[in-house]
T-cell receptor, first 114, second 112 residues
Framework: AQSVAQPEDQVNVAEGNPLTVKCTYS??????LFWYVQYPNRGLQFLLK??????LVKGSYGFEAEFNKSQTSFHLKKPSALVSDSALYFC????????????FGIGTKLQVIP | DAGITQSPRHKVTETGTPVTLRCHQT?????MYWYRQDPGHGLRLIHY???????DKGEVSDGYSVSRSKTEDFLLTLESATSSQTSVYFC???????????FGPGTRLTVL
């Protein structure tokens, strides 16, 4: 079965600094990978996805993610953090067999400090 | 929120009572999902639907049932609510299995 791991419960970064939120995955075959963001008292919003092709994926709000097959990682990055980026971030991977349920990580809380 | 509504948005109920949560979409997406979100557990799949009257269990389906009689509506029923079902419940939709999901605003359920 597919799985993702988000090793950090919380990441703190100063405003203006680069940020990284980590995700590793375990799937058989070539993975599809997703990042979602959840702002307080809201549902999750899609940020970006990797299907195939370029290992660097660009998404919404200036975020990007780097797919690394050898390290089975899909870390979320942003060159310069904003206070408004403070939120909960989820990595997710679908099961590409069957009816393709999606497994989410437990989430990483990003705190951007002014 | 991509044409997805959930009702009610907040509910407080007592142990042992039945509860039904409704998810309604206007996007005509084939797939619909119910998740619960709890601290330390992230998002866990309860049930999902891959078409009208086609549903299947997720990883935490015990104590929950679902129905989908038309494309736009997906109902989640707690047959006899327990305190362990206190949670925030999210509905999501997608056009294709394994593809991008779009989430509703959530329902906060408290079982006393």
């Amino acid at each position: 079965a597919q799985s993702v791991a988000q090793p950090e419960d919380q990441v703190n970064v100063a405003e203006g600094n680069p940020l990284t939120v980590k995700c590793t995955y375990s799937v058989s075959g070539n993975p599809y990978l997703f990042w979602y963001v959840q702002y307080p008292n809201r549902g999750l919003q899609f940020l970006l996805k990797y299907i195939t092709g370029d290992n660097l994926v660009k998404g919404s709000y200036g975020f990007e993610a780097e797919f690394n097959k050898s390290q089975t990682s899909f870390h979320l990055k942003k060159p310069s953090a904003l206070v408004s980026d403070s939120a909960l971030y989820f990595c997710a991977v679908p099961d590409l067999g069957g009816y393709q349920k999606v497994t989410f990580g437990i989430g990483t809380k990003l705190q951007v400090i002014p | 929120d991509a044409g997805i509504t959930q009702s009610p948005r907040h509910k407080v109920t007592e142990t042992g009572t039945p509860v039904t949560l409704r998810c309604h979409q206007t996007e005509n997406h084939r797939y619909m999902y119910w998740y619960r979100q709890d601290p330390g557990h992230g998002l866990r799949l309860i049930h999902y639907s891959y078409g009208v009257k086609d549903t299947d269990k997720g990883e935490v389906s015990d104590g929950y049932s679902v129905s989908r009689s038309k494309t736009e509506d997906f109902l989640l029923t707690l047959e006899s609510a327990t305190s362990s079902q206190t949670s925030v419940y999210f509905c999501a939709i997608s056009q294709r299995g394994g593809d991008t999901q779009y989430f509703g605003p959530g329902t906060r359920l408290t079982v006393l």
